[in-house]
């Protein structure tokens, strides 16, 4: 996916508000915490796919007591603080998904 419009310098930029450039340009993080099930990764990477979108960075790993455990660590270019939002709370309901915590970086 490509830097959003918004984040290059233009004279329309600079009109803009500050906080709406600032949540367009920033990296939405998320990481998923869930059981290690053959149905998980789809079920995650689907919420992204159904909008049209791809992940800027997808990692995933196993651990845990017998490789049970999953962690998936999701960054999404340009993706606004609702939509971030409401993506979390479509991943906190997926099976096996046990915790998701999200945040920023510029």
């Known amino acids: 996916?490509?830097?959003p419009a918004?984040?290059?310098?233009s004279p329309d930029a600079s009109r803009r508000d500050s906080r709406q450039?600032?949540?367009?340009?920033s990296?939405?993080?998320f990481s998923?915490?869930?059981?290690a099930e053959p149905g998980v990764m789809p079920r995650v990477l689907e919420l992204f796919a159904k909008r049209g979108l791809v992940p800027s960075s997808w990692h995933s790993s196993t651990?845990?007591?017998e490789?049970?455990?999953?962690?998936?660590?999701i960054q999404m270019q340009g993706m606004g603080l609702e939509l971030t939002d409401y993506v979390a709370a479509c991943l906190r309901q997926i099976v096996h998904v046990e915790v998701v915590l999200t945040s920023r970086k510029s």
């Open 27 to 29: 990296v939405a993080c």
């Open 32 to 35: 998923v915490h869930a059981r």
């Open 6 to 9: 918004a984040c290059a310098t």
């Open 21 to 25: 450039v600032a949540a367009t340009c």
């Open 67 to 73: 490789e049970r455990e999953l962690t998936i660590d």
């Open 1 to 3: 996916m490509s830097f």
């Open 63 to 65: 651990s845990g007591a």
